[in-house]
């Protein structure tokens, strides 16, 4: 993949109109971020459906756009939730086969299984007959499902009442996983692989590792996609975001350089300067570092917003990134400006100037980008451990 995208870059660079190639660099970026995700959650009415695909797309029940939750309704038709940031990745609220007034035999045309990329069957008990009829249509359309058995949270506290001094964690949840997949071996199903999960703290128990065995799973081109959607609940997600950004850095400096080529005096600053908001406004999204994100984590987590602003360094986190904002974050850093200027400067000199502006404008992008992505991800790093360290 990535390969592929260095080659197509560089044959933009070499073979169109320099005056060109910089929109053409952008809408290959643009496509990558635009892959879209179809991600279908499925099961029956009280699973915990709604309150998964609001956790997984960072918002809480009662925010703007989130799923209905707790309502008696059965689900009796498929429902979109977009994510807020990635409108590409839409997660959908699939009623479960037994809870809809069609039969199973139509379920399949009805619903339109095809275009999922996954499924994820959840169960907030043992799986059931209609759950496992489902897995097996799935199967026969060599599409992938995941089960996740949840509200984990509330069968460790139900536990822990009822045993009190007895109680042992690690062998409640031990229990219920093999509860889950003898359930699922009795079905048919010979090593079935089921995930323990609470909407209310996906920072616990087996998220992650639900989140690294899509990944896996995914083709390559979809897993940024699921990557970038994926919230903040652990540091390996962060330094996984931090890779996948720190791979792009390339492309957004050859695009900066390409607007560079145009002998326009100040255009490069302006071409450097929307590139550079675009990347860095993947980058705050991407790590939760938008105002909006802060604000549900510290509703969600008891912590406050202010202490979550307390330990950001960055200006640029939590902060609409402007123009204004962002040359002045520049100004600041070491270099930059000797650069900039310098650029600025040899766009005059006829014939040679261009490349050399070009390579400039290359170095101050990456270089910039570079520098900016490091600070983010500490901040994301510092949020994190301030909104779940003490748990
Ligand atoms: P749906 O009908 O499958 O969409 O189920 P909902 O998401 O509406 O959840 C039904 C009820 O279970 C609601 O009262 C939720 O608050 C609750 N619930 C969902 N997930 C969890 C969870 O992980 N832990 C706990 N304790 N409750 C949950």
Known sequence: MEAETDAEIRQILQNSDQSLAAAQINEVLERQNNVPLNIAVTGETGAGKSTFIN??????DEDEGAALTGCKETTKEVTAYPHPNYPNVTFWDLPGIGTTNFPAKKYKKKVGLEKFDFFIIIS???????????????????????FVRSKIDSDLDNEKRSRKSNFNKE???????????????????????????????????????????????????????????????????????KKAFKSKIKYWAAASAAGAAVPVPGLSIAVDVSILIAAITQYVHGFGLD???????????????????????????????????????????????????????????PILGIPIAMGLSYVTT?????????ILTEDSERVFRKAFGSK
């Not at 609409?320 to 000797?338: I, K, N, Y």
């Open 55 to 60: 956790a997984f797309r960072d918002l809480n």
């Open 124 to 146: 907030a008990h043992r799986f059931t007959e209609n759950d496992v009829k489902l897995a097996k249509e799935i199967k026969k359309m060599k599409k992938t499902f995941y």
């Open 171 to 241: 062998k409640t949840l031990t229990d219920i996983k093999e509860d889950c997949i003898k359930g699922l071996q009795d079905a048919g199903f010979e090593s079935p692989q089921v995930f323990l999960v609470s909407s209310f703290e996906l920072h616990e128990y087996d998220f992650s590792l639900l989140q690294e065995t899509l990944e896996r799973e995914l083709p390559e081109h979809k897993r940024d996609a699921l990557l970038m959607t994926t919230p903040i609940t652990s540091l390996e997600i962060i330094a996984k975001k």
């Open 291 to 349: 105002i909006p994100t802060m604000k549900r984590v510290a509703a969600r987590t008891g912590v406050s917003y202010d202490d979550l602003l307390a330990v950001i360094v960055s200006p640029l986190a939590a902060a609409e990134v402007t123009p204004t904002l962002l040359l002045r974050v520049m100004a600041s850093l070491a270099g930059t400006a000797a650069l900039m200027a310098a650029e600025e400067g040899s766009r005059f000199i």
């Open 366 to 374: 990456s270089r910039v980008l570079s520098h900016i992505l490091n």
